[in-house]
């Protein structure tokens, strides 16, 4: 594991624009040499590190809890649960997998970046996971979050998705980072795949909002939880939240068609609500032709952020990606698909 400090200051290989020009993500992001890449991974994860440590102990045992509590009005981290405070609004972006393209296309048709430079309002930009395989981009896209990671920590959130786990195959995550540093053949492309790999594993699971929303990548735990506590630093719990999806098949849980996991039903997912003090919840993992869909009287949507006309997209012309949108501010009880979801 990384050792527990803040990021390596002056240590990136990096021109000096990047300090001054956002747009320096994109243009950067898949033209470094390994070398040039490590540092960047290092830094983000020692970002991810240290919001460990900053907000441990923060997390109440439920969202009303957690708001009415003397860290409810900030942005903190505490045992891989992220929680967002009810100001401002937020965007969340579904599987992007080795699409650099349509990452880019999301950020910038949101104008989150341009959003955070004029700072009138607070706005934070959520992945959901799955950043590689399938697509044909894996170095690019994965230099995008994390150089967007790095330039707005407290504002840009990189959830873990089953791929980076390792949960799914196949996987051509590896084979293709290391093709995309040859010809520089040498002991750096192995040292970046060992790097990605730790920093996958501190990834933060779980994100909640003040006004009651909850992302994942997959899904819920299909055995009661009591609370958010039960939750905290649960490998055997946050693995079903990366695998399992919903259903409306049946009202309780039946094992995947994945082969893992498990399809939860509208029961399940009430219950774990209730407990927890959430409204509506938000995850991606399944891709739909419409690159959305919604369950559970519109309690829950599938959001998919990878296909279109991308030629970096392993669902291309099959999935019109989509992203959503909502405000933080204010309670959310149903997702809407005009107010909440959009196409990109």
Not at 18 to 43: C, H, M, N, V
Not at 55 to 63: F, P, Q, R, S
Not at 82 to 91: E, H, N, T
Not at 152 to 166: K, W
Request: hydrophobic share 35%.
């Amino acid at each position: 594991m990384a050792e527990l400090i803040g990021p390596a200051v002056g240590k990136t290989v990096e021109s000096s624009r990047a300090k001054t020009d956002p747009w320096y993500i994109f243009e950067s992001a898949g033209k470094r040499t390994a070398a040039e890449a490590i540092p960047l991974i290092e830094e983000v994860n020692a970002i991810i590190l240290l919001e460990y440590l900053n907000g441990e102990g923060h997390l109440a045992e439920t969202i009303p809890a957690t708001r009415c509590s003397p860290f409810g009005g900030e942005y903190f981290v505490d045992s891989r649960i992220v929680y967002l405070p009810p100001k401002g609004r937020v965007i969340f972006v579904g599987d992007t997998h080795a699409d650099s393209i349509s990452t880019e296309k999301v950020v910038r048709q949101t104008e989150f970046i341009e959003t955070m430079q004029l700072g009138r309002e607070e706005i934070y930009l959520v992945f959901l996971g799955d950043y590689i395989d399938r697509g044909s981009n894996n170095p690019r896209n994965l230099e995008i979050v994390l150089g967007l990671k790095k330039q707005y920590p407290n504002n840009v959130v990189l959830l873990t998705g089953n791929h980076e786990t390792g949960l799914w195959f196949p996987t051509n995550f590896v084979s293709s980072v290391m093709k995309h540093f040859q010809p520089n053949f040498s002991k750096e492309q192995f040292t970046i795949i060992q790097d990605y790999e730790d920093l996958f594993r501190h990834l933060p699971v779980v994100l909640v909002t003040g006004n009651g929303i909850i992302a994942v990548h997959g899904g819920i735990p299909v055995k009661p939880v009591k609370n958010l506590h039960e939750l905290k630093n649960n490998e055997t719990l946050f693995e079903e939240m990366r695998i399992n999806d919903p259903t409306n098949v049946v009202a309780s849980h039946i094992p995947s068609g994945r082969g893992s996991g498990y399809e939860f039903g509208e029961s399940i997912f009430e219950n774990f609500m209730a407990a927890v003090g959430g409204t509506v919840m938000v995850r991606s993992h399944e891709y739909f032709p419409e690159g959305y869909r919604l369950f559970f009287h519109n309690r829950l949507a599938t959001v998919f952020s990878s296909g279109g006309t991308s030629e970096e997209s392993g669902y291309r012309k099959r999935v019109r990606p989509k992203y959503m949108v909502a405000s933080l501010k204010e309670p959310i009880d149903a997702i809407e698909t005009e107010k909440h979801i959009r196409e990109f």
